[in-house]
């Protein structure tokens, strides 16, 4: 039980940090799961290894 | 503008009255069309870079809303239909506006950039720029023709999306763009014949203002019939097919209607039935641009059934 009643101005600045917090955690998933499927469905990084593009040898029958 | 005529923040405010700055009803059109662009696009991105690309096309819509709001703060205080806003209402003050959109302009840009590529990214920097700059600080309070190239930035959000999967501009985004852009300034005079005081009271030029209502309803018109050969052209390319062009012609025929029994029309009669012909055209010009985009949806799911032409 709260002793002191909750103000208006404490309900508004939570729903502010409430939205902020839920905003922020949003950004890192939805890059996280942007990196995911850049790495996985992209094309191959040669570049970044510094090789030219070499297209992946075609699996054995 | 003038930060006297803003009231000071005597509120806290609440993360709505921040929503609330990126004009979220304006996004919602925003994220329909870039997602019809996005999806009658010839190249599928993967869904996370979809979502990715949706999602801060729109940010970067809201952000150029924010920095409207407060470039625009002092007028809005003057009408009826925006004093209630965040910064006129004193919610919040005009700097935290200017430092939200800001922030989400570069955030929204940098990171289609990297979800989609480049150009799409540009394009959002330049609608960002074109409608909080040309079209809000330029052209708004300086020209009656202030909503005809301003459309513009309203237009860009499918083209953007088209981009963001293709990675260039084609015929199909340029239609999709002029047919938005078209349509903005008959749906805004419309607004304007029956929001008269409004825009009068805060001196914005609006045709209505400058040149009077018999002109605007004369450039309603001319406004309609030239954007019908943009709106039935697009049935006619790849995105297009039976569908939308049935679609188009019935809502084209119907607009152009509309526009001429408000051409027919003087103030006498409008006031008398309380300007109900135009507010009909109104809210019909909604239902225009979402049916015409929905039936380009529609188009793109045949193809995608085999029932494409």
Known sequence: MSFKPEHEIHRRRFSRNLGVGLCLAAFVMLGFFLTVEKVTRGNPMNALQGKPFVAAPEAAP | ?309
């Open chain 2, 1 to 309: 503008m003038t930060d006297t005529q803003v009231q000071a923040t005597t509120v806290e405010p609440g993360f709505g009255d921040f929503v609330q700055l990126l004009k979220p009803r304006v996004m919602s059109l925003v994220v329909f069309t870039a997602l019809v662009g996005l999806m009658v696009a010839p190249v599928h991105l993967y869904p996370v870079a979809a979502f990715s690309a949706i999602l801060f096309i729109a940010l970067g819509a809201g952000a150029s809303g924010a920095l409207n709001m407060w470039w625009d703060a002092d007028i809005d205080v003057l009408m009826r239909r925006t004093k209630n806003r965040s910064i006129p209402a004193g919610r919040i003050q005009p700097g935290e506006a200017l430092g939200l959109g800001v922030a989400l302009s570069g955030i929204s840009v940098v990171m289609l950039a990297l979800a989609t590529n480049l150009v799409a990214a540009g394009l959002l920097a330049f609608t960002i720029f074109f409608y909080a700059v040309v079209y809000s600080m330029w052209l708004k309070r300086s020209t009656p023709q202030n909503i005809v190239i301003g459309g513009a930035a309203g237009a860009f959000p499918p083209m953007i999306g088209w981009v963001a999967a293709t990675g260039s501009v084609s015929l199909e985004a340029c239609l999709m763009f002029a047919l938005i852009f078209m349509w903005t300034p008959p749906h805004f005079w419309a607004l304007a014949l029956f929001m008269k005081e409004d825009y009068s009271n805060a001196g914005v030029p609006m045709l209505t203002v400058t040149h009077g209502r018999r002109t605007t309803r004369a450039y309603i018109l001319i406004y309609t019939v030239l954007l019908v050969p943009f709106a039935m052209a697009l049935g006619w390319t790849t995105i297009g097919g039976p569908v939308y062009i049935a679609v188009a012609a019935a809502l084209n025929l119907w607009f152009v209607v509309g526009a001429v029994r408000i051409y027919r029309r003087d103030e006498v009669q409008a006031e008398a039935d309380k300007y109900a012909v135009e507010k009909a055209f109104f809210r019909f010009s909604l239902v225009y641009l979402f049916a015409h985009f929905s039936a380009m949806l529609v188009e793109a799911v045949l193809r995608s059934m085999g029932y494409g032409v």
